[in-house]
């Protein structure tokens, strides 16, 4: 566990930043409205949100690229992000009046031309000593609106930027690096509010998301994601989150996790924010008896207040590590006649859930990988899964360890990495499918006694990941949200840890750790094309249209939490090359 202390120290002790590059002082374009964001699944001349749309479908309208016209697609640039600052680089580009924003690891933020990958201006934030990110240093990508562009810090920093010369405008605290607070999603903006997570579950924190006001960072509402704490709205206590001690015994509701550190999905039909929810703490399950509401869930919030509508708990009393903090995506299930306002969510539980999302009622529960070993399924009367209890990591107190203190190992799977972990899948509305990149891995894992100190890893429990088959791990899996059924699937022989994209020219884009941006047939899952990049890809790859043609771009840099937590899966993937690079292709004119 030496490496959840590890301090990924930079240059410069205070918070701030560095701001440098090539802006002018030309007139400053107009940047996007709120309806501009709210539209932005529909406009493919740009990319304005995380998820190329507020209901993360990271579905493009685009039918240039299609099977046929594939293997056209050429590079045009590259641009690197830098030597020493490398790492895992898990980031979305933002695409706006031809300038990308992408964020790089180490909370830096750059804008480049999108025709010529010439840089514009570039920030660096000054991350102090200590800051204490558990899963790499990665940032998962910026907001716009208007004349600003937005993302959050490692030392729980939200930054307010200059859209045209990356002056900052303001930066807000938003928590307490010292305590184990970080931010790396992608903030979410909804009605001229920035919407955020935080990170942080491994060290106790308290998961919460909250609303600023975009134009000057105040806070408008705080929402705990904890049973027992209380929220604000306009600067003073609002309510409380669920019933204080209901699932949770004693004062452990004041370090239960929960952090929410994907950011969230917006659905404008039903006006509710979607975020899921990461693991209790600590691990170790026997420590904190009861459900542990709102931790390893899906939360429906009301954007103009904070308060929760609804919520669908994954993974009740989790003690495997399962969080529920994977995208909650929303679309039209279409099933026996009928058209339902539903949702869906592959978790790292191993189950496939379609939820309908007016009221958090459970559809279904299928599993996407090929064992879950610690439930038998769910019933779908209760929402709740049916456990396999002798599959829960034993109480350390009662002895049978291989150690003093230390509960008898078992082998679990899904491991706690996840049968999917923090990268996006994609919906495509033409196919009617998900696609899922999925990883087949289990666990052995243990209980250990812990205690509560602030700042340090706050787990109680140890582990090894082990890879379940010889010849892949990763498996992007096409999946029939109707049945539950896959449909199509390819395997890798490294994990997959990057997001998909979905086009109506019947495309899927991917990335794999091998260093491939690779394009299937939706239809069939057949390989049309690829390139490699050179590192590992992490990011989720975007398309957009400019100048009429079509053009696709994905960040490359190997890292994030597989090579920090990976076990014996980290030794098969040691050798690849990390990297820090934005890659940009197009489908040339005729």
């Known amino acids: 566990?030496?490496?959840?202390?590890?301090?990924?120290?930079?240059?410069?002790?205070?918070?701030?930043?560095?701001?440098?590059?090539?802006?002018?002082?030309?007139?400053?374009?107009?940047?996007?409205?709120?309806?501009?964001?709210?539209?932005?699944?529909?406009?493919?001349?740009d990319v304005l949100t995380y998820g190329m749309g507020h209901?993360?479908?990271?579905?493009?309208?685009?039918?240039?690229?299609?099977?046929?016209?594939?293997?056209?697609?050429?590079?045009?640039?590259?641009?690197?992000?830098?030597?020493?600052?490398?790492?895992?680089?898990?980031?979305?580009?933002?695409?706006?009046?031809?300038?990308?924003?992408?964020?790089?690891?180490?909370?830096?933020?750059?804008?480049?031309?999108?025709?010529?990958?010439?840089?514009?201006?570039?920030?660096?934030?000054?991350?102090?000593?200590?800051?204490?990110?558990?899963?790499?240093?990665?940032?998962?990508?910026?907001?716009?609106?208007?004349?600003?562009?937005?993302?959050?810090?490692?030392?729980?920093?939200?930054?307010?930027?200059?859209?045209?010369?990356?002056?900052?405008?303001?930066?807000?605290?938003?928590?307490?690096?010292?305590?184990?607070y970080s931010m790396t999603a992608a903030p979410l903006i909804v009605d001229g509010k920035i919407i955020t997570g935080n990170s942080g579950g491994e060290f106790g924190v308290l998961g919460a998301v909250e609303a600023r006001d975009a134009e000057t960072g105040e806070v408008i509402w705080t929402r705990p994601t904890i049973e027992g704490n209380m929220g604000t709205l306009n600067g003073k206590e609002s309510t409380m989150t669920g019933v204080k001690n209901a699932t949770w015994t004693g004062d452990l509701w004041q370090t239960g996790g929960g952090a929410t550190w994907l950011g969230g999905t917006y659905d404008p039909e039903t006006k509710q924010l979607f975020f899921g929810t990461g693991n209790p703490a600590p691990w170790n399950s026997h420590l904190r008896p009861g459900d542990n509401l709102y931790t390893s869930s899906t939360l429906a919030i009301n954007p103009d207040n904070g308060e929760i509508k609804w919520h669908f708990q994954t993974t009740p009393h989790d003690g495997w590590d399962f969080d529920g903090v994977n995208e909650f995506i929303s679309f039209d299930l279409k099933k026996d006649g009928k058209t339902i306002k539903a949702g869906a969510k592959a978790d790292r539980n191993g189950y496939f859930f379609v939820i309908d999302r007016t009221n958090g009622k459970l559809l279904s529960a299928t599993p996407f990988v090929t064992q879950t070993s610690w439930a038998k399924g769910?019933?779908?009367?209760?929402?709740?899964?049916?456990?396999?209890?002798?599959?829960?990591?034993?109480?350390?107190?009662?002895g049978g360890g291989a150690s003093a203190g230390q509960g008898k190992p078992i082998f679990a799977a899904p491991s706690f990495l996840g049968g999917k972990n923090w990268m996006p899948m994609a919906y495509s509305p033409e196919t009617d499918l998900f696609y899922v990149p999925a990883n087949e891995w289990g666990m052995d894992i243990w209980n250990e006694p812990i205690t509560y100190k602030k700042g340090a890893a706050y787990l109680g429990a140890?582990?090894?990941?082990?890879?379940?088959?010889?010849?892949?791990?990763?498996?992007?899996?096409?999946?029939?949200?109707?049945?539950?059924?896959?449909?199509?699937?390819?395997?890798?022989?490294?994990?997959?840890?990057?997001?998909?994209?979905?086009?109506?020219?019947?495309?899927?884009?991917?990335?794999?750790?091998?260093?491939?941006?690779?394009?299937?047939?939706?239809?069939?899952?057949?390989?049309?094309?690829?390139?490699?990049?050179?590192?590992?890809?992490?990011?989720?790859?975007?398309?957009?249209?400019?100048?009429?043609?079509?053009?696709?771009?994905?960040?490359s840099g190997w890292g994030g939490a597989v090579p920090l937590w990976g076990g014996e899966v980290a030794k098969k993937v040691k050798d690849i090359n990390q990297g820090g690079m934005l890659w940009v292709f197009k489908l040339p004119k005729a």
Not at 2 to 24: D, N
Not at 533 to 544: H, K, L, N, Y
Request: neutral net charge.
């Open 1 to 45: 566990m030496k490496r959840m202390k590890t301090s990924y120290a930079v240059a410069g002790a205070v918070a701030g930043g560095l701001a440098f590059g090539l802006a002018t002082g030309a007139a400053q374009a107009a940047g996007p409205t709120n309806e501009d964001i709210l539209k932005d699944a529909q406009t493919p001349g």
């Open 55 to 180: 209901q993360g479908q990271r579905h493009s309208p685009l039918k240039a690229l299609n099977p046929d016209t594939v293997k056209k697609l050429t590079p045009v640039w590259a641009f690197s992000f830098g030597g020493e600052k490398q790492r895992g680089q898990e980031s979305q580009p933002i695409v706006h009046d031809g300038t990308i924003y992408v964020t790089g690891s180490y909370s830096r933020l750059f804008a480049l031309d999108a025709r010529t990958g010439e840089k514009k201006w570039q920030y660096e934030a000054r991350l102090p000593e200590g800051i204490m990110p558990c899963c790499d240093v990665v940032n998962r990508g910026a907001a716009i609106l208007g004349d600003k562009v937005y993302f959050g810090t490692l030392d729980a920093r939200l930054v307010a930027l200059n859209k045209d010369t990356g002056k900052v405008v303001w930066n807000k605290k938003v928590a307490d690096y010292q305590a184990g």
């Open 378 to 398: 769910f019933d779908l009367d209760t929402g709740r899964p049916i456990y396999n209890e002798e599959n829960r990591p034993p109480n350390p107190m009662d």
């Open 462 to 555: 140890g582990f090894t990941i082990k890879p379940l088959f010889d010849d892949y791990i990763g498996a992007l899996r096409a999946v029939d949200p109707k049945t539950g059924k896959i449909v199509w699937e390819y395997k890798n022989p490294a994990p997959l840890w990057g997001g998909v994209l979905t086009t109506a020219g019947n495309l899927v884009f991917t990335g794999t750790p091998e260093g491939f941006l690779k394009a299937f047939d939706a239809k069939t899952g057949t390989e049309l094309w690829k390139f490699n990049t050179g590192s590992g890809i992490v990011g989720s790859p975007v398309t957009w249209e400019m100048d009429g043609e079509q053009y696709v771009s994905v960040v």
